[in-house]
């Protein structure tokens, strides 16, 4: 299987105010300038009132932004949510869905992430849904059967053309954070190839296989190179190892030159 770029992104979660942002964009932009785009997808999620000024800072096109979370009906009696309507008019392109934080402290279902899914869709937004298991449904032994879940139920109604525009992370909620362990390379890649047969399963052997399949949870400089060695992980979604530019920039550095002799 050829994919075709290298997918790395950062999600600032509930930290860096619209000045913190602008400077984080800035300076990843101008750290990251020179390095060719043909083989990277790189994507920031800034939280919701930074995304109009974010947009500023990456006119150049070189970073792509996009929103935590998204409401699934254009406009309605939902208080506090966000429309897609809004999130296009600030320039959003990615949507990430079903975050562990969504899904394990604010208690959203399979099925609110599927109506979110299918909102994104049609608005011509990429929805990166992130999928993993707690540490009990790990030590009880049913990882595969929640991610299993979590992506048929999450992505139930989509077509094999809709299919095309979908990401997913794999971010195992027991990694993520900073009380979190990060995956071994051995047992991300394993839980990747779960999740990369069932979208062959849902989607077919061709659109499953274009999927691009993000590692999450505790990504750091010195566990980045090893899990992108691994065959089965196209990309990497990264929290507070991305959250510095200079430190973000030497990351992609280093782990671009291998994802590049893994194809
Ligand atoms: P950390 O890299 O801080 O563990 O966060 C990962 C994450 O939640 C990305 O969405």
Redesign the pocket.
């Known amino acids: 299987m050829k994919l075709k770029k290298l997918y790395l992104g950062?999600?600032t979660?509930m930290y860096k105010t619209i000045a913190d942002t602008r400077t984080f964009l800035t300076e990843l932009d101008r750290h990251t300038k020179d390095i060719g785009r043909e083989n990277l997808e790189l994507f920031v999620l800034p939280s919701f009132t930074t995304l109009q000024e974010a947009k500023k800072c990456v006119a150049s096109g070189r970073i792509r932004l996009g929103a935590q979370n998204m409401g699934w009906e254009e406009e309605g009696q939902f208080s506090g949510e966000i429309s897609p309507l809004m999130l296009k008019e600030v320039g959003a392109e990615i949507v990430?869905i079903g975050?562990?934080?969504r899904r394990h402290v604010l208690g959203e279902t399979d099925d609110m992430e599927n109506r979110k899914v299918l909102c994104a869709l049609l608005h011509g937004f990429t929805p990166l849904l992130?999928i993993g298991e707690t540490r009990k449904e790990k030590e009880t032994g049913i990882s595969d059967e929640i991610l299993r879940s979590q992506l048929k139920l999450g992505l139930r109604g989509v077509s094999g053309e809709k299919s095309k525009r979908l990401w997913i992370?794999y971010?195992p909620v027991w990694?993520?954070?900073v009380d979190?362990v990060p995956a071994s390379k051995e047992y991300a890649q394993e839980k990747h190839g779960v999740i990369r047969a069932c979208l062959t399963e849902l989607f077919g052997k061709e659109n499953g296989d274009r999927i691009p399949i993000l590692y999450?949870?505790?990504?750091n400089p010195d566990n980045a190179p090893e899990l992108i060695r691994m065959k089965n992980i196209d990309g990497l979604?990264?929290?507070?190892?991305a959250w510095e530019a200079s430190r973000f920039d030497s990351m992609i550095r280093s782990v671009l030159p291998i994802w590049e002799k893994k194809q």
């Open positions: 950062t999600n979660k990430m975050h562990s934080e992130c992370a971010e990694a993520i954070g979190g999450g949870g505790s990504v979604f990264i929290g507070r190892s």
